[in-house]
């Protein structure tokens, strides 16, 4: 794909500029390619941020730094190793003290990178304001997070990995604390929900966006450089981490796509795209549209993703922000209990020996306002045993007894549906219901999928 030594004697002979659209043309074909021939994007991502490493630091390598210490950072997800095809090319040009005469250098040196085509995010920086600007801005520190050097000084890097650690500033609790706020705002822009008709597969809740924040909370406060740790460090199952590692690949798939064929960033799940997409995907038209087939799908991992999150989250605020508090605890009944605010199940065995306890748990969300939702635990043993509901289920008087309770229930019924929706088992109760389940109507006169406006449908009445 690069072949670095050819392109070092081609910038000898031939004009800078062409020569560098050139092998950047030539990458992106080669890339493009690949992905047709079904290679995930998984790997051309990183395939993509490895090539630009190796772009930049021979055109670094060219300019005249003389003996001035400096360093040429990838930062942001470039600095993950994570490039999608018109992603942002984050780098941080770090100066020591002694780079007073840098400055045309500097200048000439970003002048190429626009120049040849590469989308540019920088700043240019001394370790200290590096430091300052971190302490002001939480992204500033996330980026820092992920930076690593191309070319220059690693002890530069270090230094500023030094003054912006956590024991220096954005201590783990309020790193938590600042990230969690960041989502909140983040999700209300997309009315909190994963069922919009045009999502935005970075942004949107249940997009990329939400595994990251992961990441970065537990890198943060854990010290772990990826997702994969978090099973080590007993906060993800096996089973999460497969449903975490496979939702992850095909939104890059999805965000990969989306790039390629708009030749643009371009995040958003427009209608036009698509169907693009599902034709890219391979899928036909039959007793569902194709694009409604690949849709259900994207809203199924979003669900699936969103889930996750909120999972992992209930668990890192139990381990940062209460490791030292005492539970407030107290009893609902035999079976659940409210702890810090959220209903967990008393047992591990509940619903395996009472799968009423299923649509009671629910019940008791709708009657008791103090509830702020369920507990992290407690969504993973529903998720467990929601294959428990059946037709003997379904017949069971006390279980209708209890799901018309719900609707009568006077604490938000509509809430307590969605969550039920959310957790498979509104789906599962009523199967009418479970096959519209991320079905999309392609069309401009709805804002969210089948389920989700039947639901506020509901509310509205």
């Given amino acids: 794909m690069f072949d670095a030594q050819a392109f070092r004697a081609g910038l000898e002979t031939e004009n800078v500029i062409n020569c560098c659209k050139t092998v950047i043309a030539t990458a992106t074909a080669y890339l493009h390619g690949q992905f047709h021939n079904g290679i995930p994007a998984r790997d051309l991502i990183r395939l993509r941020a490895t090539f630009v490493d190796s772009l930049l630091a021979t055109l670094w390598d060219r300019c005249d730094w003389g003996p001035s210490e400096l360093a040429l950072v990838a930062v942001g997800g470039y600095g993950r190793g994570e490039l999608h095809p018109h992603s942002d090319v984050d780098i941080l040009l770090l100066l020591g003290e002694d780079c007073q005469n840098c400055q045309e250098q500097l200048e000439s040196f970003l002048t190429l990178l626009w120049d040849i085509g590469l989308d540019i995010g920088h700043s240019v ?29 690693q002890r530069l890097m270090q230094q500023v990995q ?24 983040r999700h209300t822009k997309f009315t909190d929900t994963e069922y919009n008709l045009e999502p935005n597969v970075k942004s949107s809740p249940g997009g990329l966006r939400d595994l990251q924040i992961i990441g970065w909370i537990a890198e943060r406060h854990f010290g772990v450089e990826s997702l994969e740790q978090l099973t080590a460090e007993e906060f993800l199952n096996p089973e999460e981490m497969e449903i975490l590692t496979n939702g992850r690949n095909f939104m890059w798939q999805v965000r990969y796509a989306l790039h390629m064929i708009t030749d ?15 034709a890219l995907w391979g899928l036909e038209d039959g007793d569902k549209l194709a694009v409604e087939q690949f849709m259900q799908t994207y809203y199924r991992w979003a669900l699936a993703l969103s889930q996750l999150n909120e999972v992992l989250i209930q668990n890192f605020d139990q381990a940062i922000l209460r490791q030292d508090m005492e539970d407030d605890v107290h009893s609902l009944n035999e079976r659940f209990q409210i702890r810090n605010g959220y209903i967990e199940a008393r047992s591990n065995d509940l619903f395996t020996t009472t799968p009423a306890a299923l649509l009671e748990v629910f019940l008791l969300c709708a009657t008791h306002e103090e509830i702020i939702g369920v507990a992290a635990p ?61 079905q999309m109507q392609h069309d401009l006169f709805h804002a969210y999928t089948v389920d989700a406006h039947t639901l506020e449908v509901v509310k509205n009445t």
């Fill in 125 to 153: 920086r001394s370790v200290a304001q590096c430091a300052e600007h971190a302490a002001a801005d939480i992204t500033v520190v996330t980026n820092l997070m992920e930076a690593r050097v191309i070319r220059g000084s």
């Fill in 162 to 185: 030094e003054l912006t650690g956590p024991e220096k500033m954005w201590s783990s609790p309020d790193f938590f604390r600042a990230k969690l706020e960041e989502q909140t705002v």
């Fill in 264 to 278: 643009r960033e371009e995040d958003r799940l427009l209608f036009d795209h698509q169907r693009e997409l599902a």
């Fill in 378 to 438: 407690t969504i993973r043993l529903i998720r467990d045993n929601r294959h428990l509901i059946d037709d003997a289920f379904r017949a069971d008087e006390r279980n209708k007894q209890n799901f018309l309770a719900i609707l009568a229930g006077p604490n938000k019924m509509t809430r307590q549906l969605r969550r039920m929706n959310r957790y498979g088992i509104l789906g599962g109760y009523l199967p009418e219901f479970g096959r519209i389940v991320g």
